[in-house]
């Protein structure tokens, strides 16, 4: 069977889920069963897609100017904080009941604070982001290199690895089945953070985008940037699930 046929087979019910969607959307608007100041035609819609265009990926690239360090700044965290704490047993008792108790503190009572605080609005978002989205990957590595098999130690000790060699050689990639996951799942916590910080300080954005044109009421180009915003974070979370298959293709 080609891929393209495994493709459709594979997406047919979610294809057939969003022309549902979309039918019932246009049927509704068309039909002024739905109150067309919040829920404007398809027609309108379109349009407002035409006129904003360049707009929207101005505003995109505003916003992944705050995405792209963000993921950086955690991942290194993230990855530094939890190796050190998985092969460390006493650092890991004396540092994670402390890590524990700022992880449950949602980053949305901490923007307040850290607004006040911050030197400009793109500080803030950062620390944000970074705050919203550090710890599942640090978990997962913690767990990940607590979990590790003895047996690849013994042997590395039996190769004489040590130091960076035996870090890059055998504990990251033991480890990063839980390491990509929770970076993976740490995603969708990324973006809804980003969309946040730009609808409530950020004169730029996706999520400023989305606001701006609330408050006007112009809900056509609410909508657009809602859609349009919906459509590039599926794509990029799926060219990440294409990178976790490559970087874990060894494994099951």
Same mark, same amino acid.
């Given at each position: 069977?080609? #891929?393209?046929?495994?493709?459709? =087979?594979?997406?047919?019910?979610? +294809?057939?889920?969003?022309?549902?969607?979309?039918?019932?959307?246009?049927?509704?608007?068309? #039909?002024?069963?739905? #109150?067309?100041? /919040?829920?404007?035609?398809?027609?309108?819609?379109?349009?407002?897609?035409?006129?904003?265009?360049?707009?929207? *990926? @101005?505003?995109?690239?505003?916003?992944?100017?705050?995405?792209?360090? &963000?993921?950086?700044?955690?991942?290194?965290?993230?990855?530094?904080?939890?190796?050190?704490?998985?092969?460390?047993?006493?650092?890991?008792?004396?540092?994670?009941?402390?890590?524990?108790?700022?992880? +449950?503190?949602?980053?949305?009572?901490? &923007?307040?604070?850290?607004?006040?605080?911050?030197? #400009?609005?793109?500080?803030?978002? =950062?620390?944000? =982001?970074?705050? %919203?989205?550090?710890?599942?990957?640090?978990?997962?590595?913690?767990?990940?290199?607590?979990?590790?098999?003895?047996?690849?130690?013994?042997?590395?000790?039996?190769?004489? *690895?040590?130091?960076?060699?035996? /870090?890059?050689?055998?504990? !990251?990639?033991?480890?990063?089945?839980?390491?990509?996951?929770?970076?993976?799942?740490?995603?969708?916590?990324?973006?809804?953070?980003?969309?946040?910080? @730009?609808?409530?300080?950020?004169? &730029?954005?996706?999520?400023? /985008?989305?606001?701006? %044109? &609330?408050?006007?009421?112009?809900?056509?180009?609410?909508?657009?940037?809602?859609?349009? !915003?919906?459509?590039?974070?599926?794509? +990029?979370?799926?060219?990440?699930?294409?990178?976790?298959?490559?970087?874990?293709?060894?494994?099951?």
């Amino acid at each position: 069977m080609s #891929n393209l046929k495994k493709s459709i =087979i594979k997406y047919s019910i979610t +294809v057939a889920i969003i022309i549902i969607l979309i039918a019932i959307y246009v049927y509704t608007t068309e #039909n002024g069963i739905a #109150n067309p100041y /919040f829920f404007p035609k398809v027609s309108k819609i379109k349009k407002a897609f035409d006129d904003s265009r360049g707009l929207m *990926l @101005e505003n995109l690239t505003a916003s992944f100017k705050l995405v792209i360090p &963000s993921i950086i700044i955690s991942l290194i965290v993230g990855i530094g904080l939890g190796t050190a704490m998985g092969l460390n047993e006493w650092v890991r008792d004396s540092l994670h009941p402390i890590i524990y108790a700022f992880s +449950v503190i949602p980053s949305i009572l901490l &923007s307040p604070f850290v607004l006040f605080l911050s030197p #400009n609005i793109g500080v803030a978002s =950062i620390i944000l =982001i970074v705050y %919203n989205t550090l710890w599942a990957t640090l978990f997962a590595t913690i767990t990940g290199i607590m979990t590790i098999d003895k047996r690849y130690l013994d042997k590395a000790k039996t190769l004489e *690895l040590s130091g960076v060699k035996k /870090f890059f050689m055998v504990i !990251l990639p033991a480890a990063s089945p839980s390491i990509v996951a929770g970076f993976i799942n740490s995603l969708r916590s990324t973006f809804v953070m980003l969309v946040f910080a @730009e609808m409530y300080g950020a004169q &730029s954005g996706m999520g400023y /985008f989305v606001r701006i %044109n &609330s408050e006007y009421g112009l809900y056509d180009k609410v909508w657009c940037g809602f859609i349009f !915003l919906v459509v590039v974070l599926v794509i +990029v979370m799926q060219l990440f699930e294409l990178l976790k298959k490559y970087i874990l293709r060894w494994t099951m």
